[in-house]
């Protein structure tokens, strides 16, 4: 069963156009890499899917009704920018996501936190910013959504943990969840991804299982990128 649909999808600022008639379907329980260069498009679809921008033409659905009210009860979303309290304790933002979120699982998340050493009593502002990302994706992860967004989570954290944190994306999703991730750390993340979707100058211009695709092109999908793009 189809989660997201996007059915023309474009959106302009004054005459520059960022999506250009976008259309898409991602069903139930995959992992999709979303995968562009800057300026490509990745961040204006994500938050037209969160509902946080209004298409110039076109319509997203989830679950086969139109963004709104309803789909934010079942998206998860992690922005590329930390929208943190930095005066809060770690104790407090767990609170806060416990009282905004019904599908917020505060034992599973306060597991995370300690396994992956984060300290409940700690300030956010006293955190460095590869454990505040740490947090925020923590915090993501804990909701039982149907739909996780993630832009660009590994960018500040550190590579020796970026293996725990993929492993922890994986031991939380749900079966039928389905997870879009953001970023450009292509090669630390492909090992999870079961599709692959390369965005350029508005247009999806590849959208393929990743399997698939590695064995056509003998390739990592990281070098496949690089060569797309001549990065």
């Known amino acids: 069963m189809e989660l997201l ?9 004054g005459d520059d156009e960022a999506l250009k008639d976008i259309n898409l379907v991602i069903p139930k ?3 999709v890499g979303l995968l562009g260069k800057n300026g490509a498009g990745k961040t204006t679809l994500i938050k037209l899917i969160n509902d946080l921008l209004t298409p110039t ?3 997203i659905l989830i679950n086969e009704r139109p963004v709104g009210v309803e789909s934010k009860k079942v998206i998860s979303y992690l922005p590329e920018r930390s929208y943190m309290n930095k005066s809060m304790s ?8 416990k009282e905004f979120y019904e599908d917020f699982d505060y034992e599973k998340c306060k597991k995370t936190l300690k396994k992956l050493d984060l300290d ?3 300030k956010i502002s006293k955190m460095s910013k590869g454990m ?3 947090l925020q994706l923590i915090l993501v992860m804990s909701r039982r959504a149907e739909l996780y967004i993630l832009d660009e989570p590994l960018a500040g954290v550190d590579p020796a943990a970026r293996e725990n944190i993929l492993d922890m994306i994986l031991t939380n999703l749900g079966e039928d969840a389905s997870l879009i991730i953001s970023t450009h750390l292509i090669s630390d993340i492909e090992r999870i991804l079961d599709d692959v979707i390369f965005i350029n100058e508005g247009r999806i211009i590849l959208y393929s299982p990743a399997d698939e695709l590695r064995n056509r ?3 990592s999908i990281d070098d496949i990128f690089r060569r797309m793009f001549k990065c």
């Open 29 to 31: 329980g995959r992992i």
């Open 132 to 134: 505040q990302e740490k």
């Open 217 to 219: 092109e003998n390739a």
């Open 120 to 122: 409940m009593e700690m």
């Open 90 to 97: 770690v104790k407090e933002a767990l609170s806060m996501f």
């Open 57 to 59: 033409k076109g319509e």
């Open 5 to 13: 649909k996007c059915v023309d999808l474009s959106k302009s600022y």
